[in-house]
């Protein structure tokens, strides 16, 4: 009899980290916000999360408010008056609500859904929310950003990026994308040629210098750069080693940044 439990015993023991261990897979994974970007095709925002452990990369695609409440958040742009998620953020801490995070939990019918997870007097609390609406509020109140093993299976690509990026992108560290009306709208500056920079590559050249996301890059060389066509075009004729002039709009002011263009 002894040995018969201390088999099942054993046998418990034995199940336990297996069993435990396919919780912990299944348990949501922590993300960062990677870039804010147009889809080239259908010229909708799209958010790009990463995982954290591993840099898989999860595309949502928003609406253009939501989109524009995120990228003025990024950017940390101050509006007159609170929007929307503002208002919110601010009920939640006058009524003492704790945002502990957001979790992006599905993808259902080419609909990305998720939740807030609130505590409020001891109390727990689980609301449903748009993606967009649960990152503008994380990002306002400072909570991580979760996404399933479910919807991270069923994660769509990414869009491609526009011709002539990619290049840039090797040699500066930088994604690129050209400025268009629906790009200015989303980041609420004047519609102006350019190009925005979309992402900055961690340890790049571009990176060292001081461009940021959300930066607008006019002119370079004292040349105007219209587009990433333009920009790469005049990559292409610059030999290394050489230094590269940008003409930069960042959070609406017009600086210098000089790049050394690597070999």
């Not at 069993?19 to 922590?30: C, K, L, T, Y």
């Not at 889809?39 to 408010?65: F, G, Y």
């Not at 090797?170 to 519609?191: F, S």
């Not at 001081?210 to 004292?222: E, K, M, V, Y």
Request: aromatic share 4%; with cysteine; glycine share 4%.
């Amino acid at each position: 009899m002894k040995s018969t439990k201390a088999f099942i015993f054993f046998s418990i023991l034995c199940w336990l980290p297996a069993h435990v261990q396919g919780a912990q897979d299944n348990a949501p994974v922590e993300t960062k916000i990677k870039t804010l970007m147009m889809d080239p095709t259908s010229q909708s925002p799209v958010i790009v999360l990463e995982t954290v452990p591993d840099k898989r990369l999860l595309p949502i695609w928003i609406d253009v408010p939501e989109a524009r409440a995120i990228a003025l958040e990024l950017e940390h742009v101050k509006t007159p008056r609170p929007l929307t998620h503002d208002l919110v953020r601010n009920i939640l801490l006058q009524l003492g609500a704790t945002l502990r995070r957001v979790v992006i939990t599905d993808l259902a019918n080419n609909t990305y859904l998720a939740i807030l997870s609130l505590t409020f007097k001891g109390q727990e609390f689980q609301i449903d929310s748009r993606p967009s609406d649960a990152i503008a509020i994380a990002l306002r109140m400072g909570a991580p950003i979760y996404a399933s093993t479910q919807v991270l299976a069923k994660s769509k690509s990414v869009p491609a990026p526009s011709a002539g990026t990619e290049p840039i992108q090797g040699k500066l560290g930088i994604h690129a994308q050209d400025l268009t009306q629906e790009l200015a709208t989303l980041l609420d500056v004047p519609l102006q040629k350019g190009i925005l920079v979309a992402d900055v590559i961690q340890g790049s050249a571009a990176m060292s210098a001081g461009l940021q996301r959300g930066d607008i890059i006019t002119r370079a060389n004292q040349n105007p750069i219209h587009s990433t066509n333009d920009f790469e075009a005049l990559l292409r004729a610059t030999k290394p080693p050489a230094k590269i002039e940008l003409e930069v709009i960042k959070k609406g002011r017009s600086t210098t940044i000089v790049i050394d263009l690597p070999s």
